[in-house]
Each structure stands twice: as C-alpha cells, then as structure tokens.
Nanobody, 128 residues
Framework: QLQLVESGGGLVQPGGSLRLSCAAS????????IGWFRQAPGKEREGVSC????????YYADSVKGRFTISRDNAKNTVYLQMNSLKPEDTAVYYC?????????????????????WGQGTQVTVSS
C-alpha cells in the first residue's frame, strides 16, 4: 500500500530555513511524480514544487523560485523540500503527494487534482 509520511515542519522566524522530508513506502519513486503542495486557511491547495523522480526534473511555483529546492534520494525513497528565506506568507500545511507520471512535471504540479496519493501534512509557521 502506497504511503507518504511528511516530517520537518515547525515554527521559524522570517528569513529562516526548514527542510521537509517525505518518506515513501509501498512503491518505488522511479516512475512517479512527487509534489509538495501547501494549503493556508481559507485558500485552495497549491503546488509549491514537484520532481520527476526518474531524472530529477523539477518545477517550482513562481512564489518560491530561488528560495525552495526540491530533491530526491531514490535509494531512501525520500523526497526533500529545502525552504530558505521563509516569509510569513509561506505559512501553511505542507503536503507531500505522489502520482504515476502521466504528463509533464509542470503540468501535473499546477493542479493538486492531478495527484492521487497524499500524506497527512505538516504545519509550517513563519512568524516572529
């Protein structure tokens, strides 16, 4: 059974950093797109960054380009999201998602509806 478990969220001051981890089990990453999405109160879930595990191709939302970095360790079946220069507007619940690759990583990442398997989420709060 496919399972995704996020970790690494927490409270951080503006300008700080966090690294989120998404540990996958029940499948291997090779043929999947793995995405990080976030949802703030009252807002729709949005794609932050996605990666094609087979070759490392990535996509980033404009709001996080240059600040966030997604990476994967296929041997550990784990995907990471390094978040630097955090802003209060980055505050949200962050979710890891997986989907068998069926389109470009950019296309898939622009809609949470493209992903069928989700983790439980981890809270990220950026506040002084």
């Amino acid at each position: 059974q496919l399972q995704l478990v996020e970790s690494g969220g927490g409270l951080v001051q503006p300008g700080g950093s966090l690294r989120l981890s998404c540990a996958a089990s029940g499948f291997t990453l090779d043929y999947y797109a793995i995405g990080w999405f976030r949802q703030a109160p009252g807002k729709e879930r949005e794609g932050v960054s996605c990666i094609r595990a087979s070759d490392g191709s990535t996509y980033y939302a404009d709001s996080v380009k240059g600040r966030f970095t997604i990476s994967r360790d296929n041997a550990k079946n784990t995907v990471y999201l390094q978040m630097n220069s955090l802003k209060p507007e980055d505050t949200a619940v962050y979710y890891c998602a997986a989907q068998f690759l069926f389109s470009t990583i950019a296309t898939m990442c622009k809609s949470f509806r493209a992903f069928g398997s989700w983790g439980q989420g981890t809270q990220v709060t950026v506040s002084s």
